[in-house]
C-alpha cells in the first residue's frame, strides 16, 4: 500500500477528486482528509504497479490543480 497526501494550500480537493475518479480502475484508491492534507492510499497487486498509479495520479492532480488556476 502506498499513501499519498496532498497539501491543502497546493492542491484543490476537486482535482484530488478528479484524479482519484480517473485511475480507480487501475488500482483500490481512498480518500481521508487530515487537517492540513488529502491522503489518498494506493492498493493494488503488485508493488510496481501500485508505484505506477501513484506516480500518475499524483502529476494528474497537479495538472488539474494547474489548469483549474489558470496556470497552464
Do not use: P, Q
Amino acid at each position: 500500500m502506498r499513501e499519498l497526501r496532498f497539501h491543502r494550500t497546493l492542491y484543490r480537493g476537486e482535482s484530488v477528486d478528479e484524479a482519484i475518479k480517473t485511475f480507480d480502475r487501475y488500482a483500490t484508491l481512498s480518500r481521508d482528509e487530515e487537517d492540513d492534507y488529502w491522503v489518498v492510499r494506493v492498493e493494488s497487486g503488485t508493488a510496481a504497479r501500485e508505484r505506477r498509479v501513484a506516480d500518475e495520479l499524483s502529476n494528474f492532480a497537479l495538472g488539474l490543480t494547474i489548469r483549474s488556476r489558470g496556470g497552464a
